[in-house]
């Protein structure tokens, strides 16, 4: 099956290790009890009480004006653009971004934007005299208008690299003169700031708006923030309403972003170095074994082993030797093991470390990985 296959689907159960994705998290049993004690109103009327304290405590942490609680990060990314970007506009975007490979042409559908995408570097930063590059002559009529850049963070198809605050720094000195505004995918943006001991504030001071996703590592079951000026903002919340986002009684979900983002021992954003720790050990210990390859695309040159000093948040990414058709039997083997990852772009496998993921799964895991190389050799 595919990128999204359900795991009952597949046949499998309760016992998988199910490391397909971060978003496979259950919610804590902090944020269980959250949900059933939530203090509710009409978030659409803007009274829902627990939504508000969720934006004022996003908007917070990242350093901007106001939030707006969305339903998913594809969301989050699409009431941006549609903030940001006429329609007509143009959209600088990495080659390798969720927005021109992962949100279904969005950009074009709903917004009636184009997309210029530019080559990440192995570190998942498009090289600035290329974002440059990029930029259309808006004086020409031929010229669709360049209306926004986009910067993902994590960049995930280079091992979920984090992008630093000094390349944003560079980058919004870079477009200045330009005045061309700049947003953060930032469905990771925790585990880049976990990875880099950095405050998450830092690494969006020079964007002008960002999303990040609840429902990955955080663990929360749905959702997704987006914060910017309260101007933007306001244009995002009409755009939500436009797509059908509007939301009611939703502070029972919201409440479980509060626990999240708390700053207590309840609270989900610490523990990702636990995650990042168990990536790395796993990236570690498959490295060894003799058929396992580097992604060989964007990161590394094409047939080179796996290097884990490339591993710096949750996910580990590799090629199997003998191609699509052993991937394919070796994901088989895994599962029957009790072991689920995916299939990833350009021949690749995925596995994403997570809450739920602890010592003794990356030893199951390990063996899996070895028996499956053993029985598909």
Not at 163 to 178: K, N, S
Not at 258 to 281: C, K, Y
Request: charged content about 25%; some cysteine.
């Amino acid at each position: 099956m595919g990128y999204g296959a359900d795991a009952a689907a597949r046949g499998g159960g309760t016992d998988l290790i199910d490391l397909r994705s971060d978003t496979v998290t259950h919610p804590t049993p902090e944020m269980r009890r959250a949900m059933a004690e939530a203090e509710v109103g009409d978030d659409v009327f803007e009274d829902d009480p627990t939504v508000a304290a969720l934006e004022r405590r996003a908007a917070d942490l990242l350093g901007k004006e106001a939030g707006l609680f969305v339903a998913s990060g594809t969301m989050g990314n699409l009431v941006s653009v549609m903030a940001h970007v006429p329609r007509g506009g143009e959209i600088v975007t990495p080659a390798e971004g969720h927005i021109p490979n992962d949100e279904a042409a969005n950009y074009a559908v709903v917004a009636g934007a184009g997309l210029r995408i530019v080559r990440e570097n192995p570190d998942g930063e498009m090289p600035i005299p290329a974002v440059l590059e990029a930029i259309q002559d808006a004086s020409d009529p031929h010229s669709a208008i360049t209306s926004l850049v986009v910067v993902e963070n994590c960049h995930a198809h280079t091992f979920s690299r984090p992008i630093t605050p000094v390349y944003m720094r560079e980058l919004r000195a870079a477009l200045e003169p330009h005045g061309i505004p700049i947003h953060v995918d930032g469905a990771r943006l925790f585990n880049a700031a976990v990875a880099l001991g950095v405050p998450v504030r830092d690494l969006v001071a020079d964007a002008d708006s960002a999303t990040f996703c609840l429902s990955k590592g955080l663990a929360a079951p749905i959702g997704s923030v987006v914060v910017g000026s309260r101007e933007l903002i306001w244009k995002a919340r009409r755009a939500r309403k436009l797509l059908g986002g509007g939301m009611r009684q939703v502070g029972v979900l919201a409440a479980t972003g509060l626990v999240a983002l708390s700053d207590g021992p309840e609270g989900t954003i610490a523990r990702l170095a636990e995650d990042h720790v168990n990536a790395r050990r796993l990236a570690t210990e498959i490295a060894a074994f003799a058929d396992v390859l580097s992604p060989g695309h964007i990161a590394q040159p094409e047939g080179e082993r796996l290097d884990p000093s490339r591993v710096t948040t949750n996910f580990v990414l590799f090629k199997v030797a003998g191609g699509t058709e052993r991937r394919g039997r070796f994901l088989d083997v895994l599962e029957k093991r009790g072991v689920l990852m995916v299939a990833y772009p350009h021949g690749q496998i995925r596995a994403v470390t997570h809450y739920g993921i602890g010592d003794e799964e990356i030893d199951t895991t390990i063996a899996a990985v070895a028996a499956a190389l053993t029985e598909t050799a």
